[in-house]
């Protein structure tokens, strides 16, 4: 089980502390207000532990935060807007807490350094903004699965060249889906098994010749052939329809695909290039 208990206020006199990783342990209490005094802190992830309360502006001062994952807690309150001015952030998973509800924070638009963003299963209502993803080109993974997110996926997704994982399972996303996804060549990850997502799917999808997972449901319909072609060199590739009726099976023609009356949310991990740290669980 790992460390129990709650985090030393002591840490906090590490000031020439640059990596707090207390990730997947059975820590409980708050996270130390005194923290802020980690000025030179880059890595911080207390993912995946008993923690509550609030994080309130505790990490204002960390302008060298590149990681920053507090997912799978049970941390409250509001997402703190100061987060914004944090300008190195890489990594931010926010993921399975109870913040009080509201939209998806205007700060994270600042972040131009953001790779990975995650917002699993957060109360997050309204739309997303496609005036947003403008300044977010870097991005690699982005995961708005099980939220309460609506409208359509914007065109502007298409302004993410180096995507690579994206997901919105169990959201409450409509509408057809964006050929601009067409444009996203780098996706190796992708998670499209929104229940009021329709129509055809996009016949640019082919483009997508590095995808090793692909799910989505039957409110969709195409022929994915080109898909199975483009993709058949990748190894332990995965593709999978989730649908009601297995027996009438869906309008998708997809001789590479599972059809599947279950689902369980998919797990992403994101690696980074230079050191093949893993920086992400299930976002």
Known sequence: MGFTGSIPTEISKLQALETLALRKNALTGTIPTNLSNLTKLVHFDVGM????????????????????????????????????????????????????????????????????????????????????????????????????????????????????AFTVSQSLLTGNLPSVLGLLTQLTFLDLTADLLIGSIPSEVQYLSNLRYLSFGDSLYGNLETVCNATSYISNRQYIVKTIDLEARPHIQCSCCSFSDSYEPSQIRIFDDDNDNTYGIRW
Do not use: W
């Open 49 to 164: 532990n008993n923690l509550a309360g609030t994080i309130a502006d505790i990490f204002s001062n960390q302008n060298s935060l590149e990681i920053f994952q507090i997912d799978y807690n049970r941390l409250s309150g509001e997402i703190p807007h100061m987060m914004g001015s944090l300008s190195s952030l890489a990594f931010l998973n926010l993921g399975s807490n109870f913040f009080s509800a509201s939209t998806l924070p205007s700060f994270i638009c600042k972040l131009s350094n953001l790779r990975g963003l995650s917002v699993y299963n957060l109360d997050v209502i309204g739309k997303i903004s496609g005036e947003c993803f403008s300044n977010l080109s870097e991005l690699e993974m982005l995961s708005f699965s099980m939220t309460d997110i609506t409208g359509t996926l914007p065109t502007e997704l298409g302004l993410l060249p180096n995507l690579k």
